[in-house]
């Protein structure tokens, strides 16, 4: 009897935008022999029914067709009379470019595999997923390079690879096409970084150094770098931005003109750091809901909060600590993320527990009501993860921080394999540190009560100011159709929600004089709270007016300053969490 085996061939159509694949699955095979496609792929919260892009389906047993009949929306049953080997032929519409998709142009063939293989579905006689896999690619063009971290299959040629499992098959996306690649190395480790699409402006050299220094700064936080090389695969595309982890690669997109200033490039410093700092969190140390990962439905957790939050905390923490930004820009880049969560009605309508739990339903999918219903776990994540380690280093004097935290669930949990327990991150936290954290949990992750911001910074010698405001506040956000001032969302509890206008509503005029999107804030800035206006506006195409009160404003952002008559113990602490490099901070003018 022969030896179970999954091979795959892949190939591009570069002017239809299609992946081609020969699929090979060798028995002893279950009759019929079931094939499905992976619903989402780890990393990215949301079913994005992959098996929409597949068509041209044909199984063939010895050359000749056999029957392969659709059973479900991703599921295809193939017949094949009892035969042992089974080739499996389709395509893939591959045209969206993020890191979670497949894109193939004149440049290159980009595919993740839960978006482009069908695999074999459980049987009573095998655990498809668990076996090797082996990947061939066809490149268009014999001047194209390849970039995966996939490892080569060395005995059959240099575009042949191997996978230990379809886990690992997914975990590996593959970019075939017209490349520049900078390599450097960290710990007698190679690291590479491969650009598709780049830029003019871009300081190359400047970028690899950077870059190292982020890979430092993380080693050194958890002791030692856990793969053998690693992949920056970086696609560069106008509009962009997001990033994908991986075992040992990074699939990152961002946009050419992020060189073009330094808070573009120090955005993107932040995107290169947070998706490393995964390939620990997350990839490795998971929560005991994504373990095993099951790719024809949810996997549900509800510490999202804490591992893409927390991530995001220590992407511009990590920019901090090697010495890519100053602790002042530090602080304010984290008085603009608070600005952000203040200006989310939904931070009191969903908790960030919550939120993490619906991530499938809310966070990819927004709407005009989300603002109103629900909270980012990537931002409110980020803020209650700074804010523990503020407490954390208060209540221990100096102690511990959300360091040992990090530390700890990689030496008990990733470094084991083991899932960490839903409803024990209390106890995980007590037992990393010692510091009970269980009223700042119920307070910041499982409520929604306000966050007393001010007062925990104020325990590291600083201190949250209010930057002043101007004119008054409708309580809307616009849209700009055609020229058209269009109400994108009304904000709860607002003046506008008062005066009774809706999403979609067109604001024409304040007062009779015509507005648009541009001159809206300019009007609004000129008028004080507690006018009133009549507004026309146009519903459906129906003109209608109604009288709205004006409100006060929101804050035009916040700032974190030193505190006035700060004790030495506070602005140690402060520095301690900033950097000795802050230590001056307390002493400049605020």
């Known amino acids: 009897m022969s030896e179970r085996s999954i091979r795959y061939e892949v190939s591009f159509d570069t002017t239809r935008h299609l992946v081609r694949v020969r699929a090979t699955f060798a028995g002893p095979l279950p009759e019929p022999l079931t094939l499905q496609m992976p619903a989402w792929t780890p990393g990215s919260y949301l079913v994005r029914e992959y098996a929409r892009h597949v068509e041209g389906l044909r199984a063939a047993v010895a050359e000749r067709d056999c029957g392969a009949r659709k059973t479900a929306k991703d599921t295809w049953a193939v017949a094949h009379g009892g035969a042992s080997e089974v080739v499996v032929e389709y395509a893939v519409y591959a045209h969206e470019l993020t890191v979670r998709t497949n894109h193939v142009s004149d440049t290159h063939g980009y595919f993740n595999g839960a978006a482009t293989f069908l695999r074999p579905t459980q049987d009573a006689g095998c655990d498809w997923d668990a076996l090797p896999v082996e990947l061939e690619l066809h490149k268009p063009d014999p001047s194209w390079s390849i970039a995966t971290g996939l490892s080569r299959a060395e005995s059959k040629g240099e575009n042949v690879f191997v996978a230990k499992d379809f886990d690992q ?67 560069l595309a106008p509009g962009g931005r997001g990033g994908l982890e991986h075992e040992n690669s990074t699939a990152l997109l961002a946009s050419p003109d992020s060189f073009d200033t330094e808070s573009g490039y120090e955005d993107l410093l932040s995107l290169f750091a947070h998706e490393f700092f995964h390939l620990w969190q997350v990839k490795r140390t998971r929560p005991a809901g994504l373990r095993p990962y099951r790719y024809g439905h949810e996997n549900y957790t509800r510490m999202l909060w804490l591992f893409e939050g927390g991530t995001s905390y220590y992407d511009w923490l990590t920019l901090r600590r090697a010495g890519l930004v100053s602790p002042k820009k530090y602080l304010e880049h984290f008085a603009a993320e608070i600005a952000r969560l203040e200006d989310t009605p939904g931070r009191f309508a969903q908790s960030v527990e919550e939120a993490s739990f619906d991530a499938w339903v809310k966070l990819y999918r927004p709407d005009e009501h989300s603002v109103n219903s629900t909270v980012s776990y990537y931002l409110k994540g980020e803020i209650v993860c700074a804010l523990i380690d503020c407490e954390l280093r208060a209540r221990s004097k100096g102690h511990k921080s959300f360091d040992d935290v990090i530390k700890h669930l990689w030496r008990e949990y990733g470094q084991r394999a083991q899932g960490i327990p839903e409803d024990e991150i209390e106890r995980v936290f007590a037992a990393a540190t010692g510091v009970d954290v269980s009223d700042l949990i119920d307070a910041w992750v499982r409520s929604t009560q306000p966050i007393a911001y001010d007062e925990v910074l104020g325990k590291l010698g600083l201190s949250l100011r209010a930057k002043g405001s101007r004119g008054a506040a409708m309580g809307v956000r616009t849209r700009n159709e055609g020229g058209k001032c269009v109400l994108a969302s009304v904000l709860r509890d607002s003046a506008a929600e008062r005066a009774g206008l809706s999403p979609g509503d067109e604001l024409v005029a304040i007062d009779g004089r015509r507005v648009d999107d541009g001159s809206l804030r300019r009007r609004l800035e000129a008028r004080k709270p507690g006018e009133t206006v009549e507004l026309l506006f146009a519903r459906r195409e129906w003109l209608q007016t109604t009288k709205l009160v004006l409100a006060e404003p929101s804050p035009d952002g916040y700032e974190i300053v030193a505190s006035a008559g700060a004790s030495e113990g506070a602005k140690a602490l402060g520095a301690g969490w900033l950097g000795p490099e802050a230590e001056s901070f307390w002493s400049a003018k605020s």
Not at 203 to 219: A, K, P
């Open 169 to 235: 098959l997914v975990d590996c996306p593959v970019d075939v096409g017209v490349h520049e690649r900078h390599v450097f190395t960290v710990e007698n480790k190679q690291h590479e970084i491969v650009l598709w699409g780049s830029p003019s402006r871009c300081d190359r050299e400047r970028l690899v150094r950077d870059v190292t220094r982020i890979v430092q700064s993380e080693s050194a936080l958890f002791g030692g770098l856990p793969y053998e090389n690693y992949l920056f695969l970086l696609h």
